[in-house]
Every structure is written in C-alpha cells, then in structure tokens.
C-alpha cells in the first residue's frame, strides 16, 4: 500500500499537466458552491459560521471516505487509477503556474493589473505600480505552490483522500470566508483557524525545498528572519526564501516587508520565479512519492 500511495501522487501530478476536469465534475467548485450557499443562508456570526463550516467539513470528508472504501472493491489496477483520478482534482500546479504566466504575458500594466485580479489576489490591484504587480503575482504563486500542491499531497500521504478532501474545504473555506472584514471576522474565523493548523508544517516544507532547491543560504535566513512578518502564521515562508533566493523585495502596502535590504521585482523576476517553483514542484512531488513508499 505504501508503493501504491506514492505511484498514486506521482500519477496525479502527472495528470495535473492535462489541466483541470470541467467545473461541473471538480470537487474544488462543488465545495465552493456550498460555501457560498452556507454563507447566504447562515447571514453572520460565530456560530453560524462553524455551523456551516462544520457540516460542509463532515460532508467532504464523508464522501471521500466512502469513495475510498467503494475503491478498494476493484482490482489494483484499475484502483490505482480511479484514487488517481480522485486525488488530481484536489491538487494544482499547472493552473496556478499559468495564472502566473498571464500576468508576465500581460502586454500593458492595465492588463497585467487585471489578469493579478482575476486570477492571483484578493486585492485591489487598479492603482499597483507594475513593480508591485510582478512581486504580488510572485508571492501568491510561492504563497499557493504550498496551498495548492505541497499540502493537498502531504495531507494524501497523512489520511488518505478524506484527510487531503478535509484539507481542501478547508483551504477553499479560509479563502472564501476568511476575511477580517465587518461580515466575516466571526463567521470565518473557524475556516481561519483551521487552514492555519493545516498548514503549519506543508508551509515551512514548501520555504525550506525553495531553500534546497536554490542552494541559497540567503534565502534560508531570509526566511528565518521574515517569515513570520505576514499576516498569515504560514504564507510568509515560502513568499519570504522566495525574496532570499531571488534578492527581491516582497510587500504589501501598509501590511508587510519580506527582504527590505533588497531591491524592488521586475517582469524578469516573476519569469524566473515561476521556473524556479516549477522546479520545487517536481522535488516536492518526487520526495513525498519516497516518504510514501517508505513509510
């Protein structure tokens, strides 16, 4: 089973370069469905809030619990390939990678504003200086290479599909709901808290293999040193080894500074970020394939 499990990533990642299945059949938007039908019928509050956290989060994992004990019915094979095809929904590296591709493609500053918008932040991007658009679009692509990746496949090594379905309501919960806004700083804060448990040691994994990947002691103390600057008790890991390795400075106005030493990004620094993380990816996926034969 332990072979099994890491055959089962390595496939998964595999398919992750065919791109994503139809919104209609992906788990990630039928989970984002219910939150925004949670949200509107359970208005504001605490308790509403992890009501309608609590229900969507025993749902999830239910299915996919079922889903995982209907699999072992088939024979290897063709088991191998159906948990394949029901991991891949739940992980993503190609479509974060090419909505870092539409920003530095972006032929204005206009263009590039919108495509970081649309695709990347949460923010508004309409008054960003094309300076600021390329360090954004790197630091949610670092940010994201663990939500959307790294995690979703330890998680998989952890529990299992329910553990790494668990692990994806969560994520989609915090970024749906988890806002410090009037509305939502009490009706999310159980999706907030959550995705931060979730998160502590694929985060510190994902900075520490931009570390190792670059070979970079900088981006090493760069991370030790700015980490924990963020918001987030998580984000800042891989966006601050990314700031290291590359000698960029990484902000968000009035929020944080991630190597304030080093110069501001440029189009060429997202260029080399997106090859580098492409890079981290493959030796995430390769190392937690050998933990989970040799586990």
């Known amino acids: ?33 219910y939150l925004q039908l949670a949200r509107r019928v359970l208005k504001k509050g605490f308790l509403p809030g ?13 299915v996919a619990l079922v889903v995982q004990i209907l699999l072992q019915l088939f024979p290897t094979g063709i088991q191998l390939l159906l948990l394949t095809l029901c991991l891949k929904p739940l992980m993503a590296w190609k479509a974060l990678k090419q909505a870092g591709e539409k920003v530095l493609d972006a032929p204005t500053l206009p263009e590039a ?5 649309w695709h990347l932040v949460s923010r508004n991007t309409s008054e960003l200086s094309e300076s600021e658009v390329m360090g954004a679009a790197m630091e949610s692509v670092a940010e994201n290479l663990s939500d959307s990746l790294v995690a979703p496949l330890f998680w998989f090594l952890v529990g299992g599909l329910p553990m790494v379905a668990f692990y994806r309501f969560c ?7 988890g806002y410090r806004s009037l509305e939502l700083e009490h009706f999310g804060k159980v999706a907030a808290r959550m995705d ?21 002691e900088r981006a090493f103390q760069t991370m030790l040193r700015d980490a924990q600057m963020t918001p987030s008790p998580n984000s800042g890991y891989p966006m601050a080894a990314l700031a290291g390795l590359l000698g960029v400075k990484l902000s968000k106005r009035e929020t944080y500074v991630l190597g304030a030493e080093f110069r501001e990004p440029e189009r060429k620094d997202l260029q080399e970020t997106l090859s580098v993380l492409h890079r981290v990816a493959w030796v995430a996926v390769a190392l937690l394939a050998v933990v989970a034969c040799f586990r």
Do not use: Y
């Open 196 to 216: 931060d448990v979730l998160n502590l040691i694929p985060a510190r994994l994902t900075g520490g293999l931009i570390c190792a990947v670059g070979k970079s």
């Open 171 to 177: 994520n989609t919960a915090d970024a749906m709901w």
């Open 50 to 62: 992890l009501l309608g956290w609590g229900v969507g989060a025993g749902l999830v994992v239910l």
């Open 1 to 33: 089973m332990a072979l099994f499990s890491g055959l089962t990533i390595l496939l998964a990642f595999g398919l992750d370069h065919l791109g994503e299945p139809p919104s209609k059949l992906h788990p990630v938007v039928w989970m984002g469905n």
């Open 113 to 117: 504003r919108q495509e970081l918008s």
